[in-house]
């Protein structure tokens, strides 16, 4: 109406007023819209017709011009929404059931590595790949723990934990950061020292969107060995699935921190008759040599019954190719050049503290050959995790979890119009797992973020108690530390979104 499109009018004119340069700027009107809003959105669940789209997306080049919109957005009462690689399994950081606005970082992607220091700046806007390219380039026994998909972004996943196949010998991102930038909800930027012990404990971990906009951050590299080794073996049911499983559960968070087993499993064709078996597939990667994994898988897990041919040598930069699923004969470029892939799927999580016998294996895999199209996997822990106290950080899933379990469901284009049936599969699957996993609270990962555990009924604006029954599972007896941060550095509430920590305001 009328005077919103003043009240918009006026949130222009403080942008032109308080920017010497002109900050680019996407209406709906513009040509140019569509293809911003959609260039990064990972999620197909939140691309269509009746998704709410925001009146204007804001793409800053400089970090004054990320002052500046949150200034004005204030100043203005606007509802801000800040992108910077669009993976958030729950579009939050594109959508809002009010009216709203974008902020989308992926102009400020600049990386600078220093290999002397082994420390490296990384703007919010980079996608992880374009942070190992940068490093790679520069150095082949240097690299960072973060994301197995590599066009995820660092602003929200650095936020939020973020793991990959070193998360046994060095941890999340998040344990990796060593400084940040970060535009506060007074606009102002802060760094380490100045924004305080209590900010800069909750920007590593507590998930993206509550406290400030990350601008970029100094990560401590991590040293990888000019080789590694990897290797990647499936079982069926009828080759001994079942114990292979009951055996991982027990072995992969005790192995060397070095080693890194991840389990995936899934279904395949039993017979050509189409009659269906589960297939247990072990992906793993190592920091160091095939010979010294073949004695350790000979000594600690030689049920999988590896040979020599197993065992493939690369370097750390072609690993981080072949898990994304990028040929490892590729050119490197290809991190710094990729479409981002987009696809309709829905992603829950789980921990797990004790070892899942094989009789409830069993009845596990009934309800995967039931509900064909969700699949899981099995992330070990242990290692450094276990070393790095619960309270270190705001992400607390540390010593005594031995894996996580990720359930995800991809439905294609043209299962579209039935996506409830998937939704709920991926249900079904998550209540089945209940007395295996971690309970009071059940734990889930902050950076798979998921509106099932709870939301707000109006964005943003969760009282301290709805908020506890989603913050306690994210981030355990961190949240209460969560909830004080939120209330002494953004008493407004003005960061917010359907999952965002709230304030208690008899702190603030
Ligand atoms: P996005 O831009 O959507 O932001 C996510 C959240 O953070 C939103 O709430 C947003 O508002 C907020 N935010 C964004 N930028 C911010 C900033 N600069 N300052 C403050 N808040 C900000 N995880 C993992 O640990 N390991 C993995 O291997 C993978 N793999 C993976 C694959 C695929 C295909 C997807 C879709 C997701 C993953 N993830 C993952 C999950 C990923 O870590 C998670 O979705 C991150 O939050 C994504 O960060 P983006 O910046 O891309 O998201």
């Known amino acids: 109406g009328a005077s919103s499109s003043t009240h918009h009018g006026d949130f222009l004119k403080c942008l032109s007023d308080h920017s010497n340069t002109s900050i680019p700027i996407y209406t709906p009107q513009n040509s140019k819209y569509s293809f911003i809003l959609q260039s990064t959105l990972a999620s197909l669940r939140f691309n269509t017709s ?21 200034v ?63 490093i790679a380039k520069k150095s082949k026994t240097l690299g960072f723990p973060a994301a197995i998909c590599t066009t995820v972004g660092v602003g929200g996943h650095f936020s939020g934990g973020g793991y990959g196949f070193m998360l046994r010998k060095y941890g999340t991102a998040a344990d990796n950061v060593i400084d ?42 991590v040293t990888v060995p000019p080789v590694v080794t990897v290797f990647s073996v499936s079982k069926t049911l009828a080759e001994g699935a079942t114990s292979l499983v009951h055996k991982w559960q027990q072995a992969a968070h005790k192995l060397p921190h070095e080693l890194f087993i991840m389990l995936g499993l899934g279904i395949v064709d039993a017979t050509p008759k189409g009659e269906k078996t589960i297939i247990a597939t072990f992906d793993s990667m190592y920091l160091g040599d095939a010979k010294k994994l073949q004695t350790i898988m000979q000594a600690r897990f030689p049920e999988l019954g590896l040979e020599s041919k197993d065992y493939t040598e690369m370097s750390w930069i072609q690993s981080v190719l072949l898990f994304d699923g990028i040929p490892t004969n590729s050119s490197i470029d290809v991190l710094v050049s990729r479409p981002q892939p987009k696809s309709l799927a829905k992603v829950k999580s789980d921990y797990v503290k004790q070892v899942i016998p094989p009789i409830e294996l069993e009845n596990i895999w009934k309800r995967i050959l039931k509900d064909e199209q969700t699949g899981m996997m099995f992330m070990p822990y242990g290692g450094k995790m276990s070393e790095i106290a619960e309270t270190e950080t705001p992400f607390p899933h540390r010593n005594g979890t031995l894996f996580k379990i990720i359930y995800l469901v991809y439905w294609t284009e043209e299962q579209v119009g039935i996506s409830k049936k998937y939704l709920n599969q991926i249900k079904r699957m998550y209540e089945f797992m209940t007395p295996y996993v971690t309970k009071s609270p059940r734990e889930a ?18 009282s301290y108690a709805q908020a506890k029954v989603w913050g306690s599972k994210y981030f355990k007896g961190n949240f209460d530390k969560l909830v004080y941060v939120k209330s002494k550095v953004d008493p407004d509430n003005f960061f917010r979104n359907e999952q965002s920590i709230p304030r208690d305001s008899s702190l603030t």
Not at 89 to 105: A, N
Request: proline fraction near 3%.
């Open 50 to 70: 009746t998704t709410p789209k925001p009146f204007l997306i804001l793409t800053p080049l400089t970090e004054s011009h990320v002052q500046t919109a949150v």
């Open 72 to 134: 004005c957005s204030k100043k203005h009462g606007i509802q801000i929404k800040v992108r910077s690689g669009g993976h958030d399994f729950e579009g939050l950081s594109y959508i809002s059931d009010v009216p709203f606005i974008i902020v989308d970082l992926f102009n400020l992607k600049k990386i600078d590595v220093d290999v002397n220091s082994k420390v490296a700046w990384v703007q919010s806007g980079a996608t992880t790949g374009e942070v190992y390219y940068t």
């Open 180 to 221: 940040a930038r970060i535009v506060d909800a007074h606009g102002k930027i802060l760094n380490r020292k100045s924004m305080g012990k209590g900010l800069f404990w909750a920007i590593r971990g507590g998930g993206g969107g509550s406290f400030g906009i990350v601008i970029s951050w100094k990560i401590k590299l």
């Open 445 to 462: 990962y902050a950076n798979y973020r998921d509106l099932d555990l709870g939301q707000t009924s109006k964005n943003g604006t969760a």
